[in-house]
Nanobody, 114 residues
């Protein structure tokens, strides 16, 4: 059974940087044909897909609002997924989840406020 645990919650000011970690158990981050994602949910809003990485192709994709600011990556030795967030904006405030298909962790709060 796959378990995902996010860490790295924080309160930051606009334009600052934050990095999120997703620790994976019950599955290998290198498993072929898996697609790992980061998704977020802002207060009162629907769940929004943010970034994804396919283990087969290694390709990274991002939603338009974070392109050039966020980077998804993984560490095979630690079996972990990361989301580096630069130049954060107030509209990035949300609970962030890592996901594998329908499976998500409990999420971690990111608040961007001056």
């Amino acid at each position: 059974q796959v378990q995902l645990q996010e860490s790295g919650p924080g309160l930051v000011k606009p334009s600052q940087t934050l990095s999120l970690t997703c620790t994976v158990s019950g599955a290998s981050i290198t498993e072929t044909f898996y697609y790992w994602s980061w998704v977020r949910q802002a207060p009162g809003a629907d769940l929004e897909w943010v970034a994804g990485m396919g283990t087969g192709s290694g390709s990274e994709t991002y939603t338009d609002s974070v392109k050039g600011r966020f980077t998804i990556s993984r560490d095979n030795t630690k079996n972990a997924l990361y989301l580096q967030m630069n130049n954060l904006k107030p509209e990035d405030t949300a609970v962030y989840y890592c996901a594998l298909g329908p499976t998500r962790g409990r999420g971690t709060q990111v608040t961007v406020s001056s």
